[in-house]
Nanobody, 114 residues
Framework: QVQLVESGGGLVQTGGSLRLSCAAS????????MAWYRQAPGKQRGLVGY???????KYVDSVKGRFTISRDYVNNTVYLQMNSLKPEDTAVYYC????????WGQGTQVTVSS
């Protein structure tokens, strides 16, 4: 069973930080690279970055140097540390496997005010 529960979003000013969490079911967490995706208003959902089962990470250019993905194997949780946030980071953030598996979670809203 695929279960994904994202949390940690909120409203933050430009330059601020947030840490998102994703509690994943064992089924997806242990068998997959894990990724964060985001969907801004009026846009398609897209990849933000991912972390492999060995801990290597990769990010899209727009968040490199600002965002960091980590994973906790004890708690089956994936984190997204977001620093130096910009208004263009405003979106609903989701986690899932790479490629995505099963149904998406509800996501968590991140709003960055200018």
């Amino acid at each position: 069973q695929v279960q994904l529960v994202e949390s940690g979003g909120g409203l933050v000013q430009t330059g601020g930080s947030l840490r998102l969490s994703c509690a994943a079911s064992v089924y997806i967490f242990k068998r997959s690279d894990m990724a964060w995706y985001r969907q801004a208003p009026g846009k398609q959902r897209g990849l933000v970055g991912y972390i492999s089962s060995t801990g290597s990470t990769k990010y899209v250019d727009s968040v490199k140097g600002r965002f960091t993905i980590s994973r906790d194997y004890v708690n089956n949780t994936v984190y997204l540390q977001m620093n130096s946030l910009k208004p263009e980071d405003t979106a609903v953030y989701y986690c899932n496997g790479v490629p995505p598996i099963g149904e998406w979670g509800q996501g968590t809203q991140v709003t960055v005010s200018s």
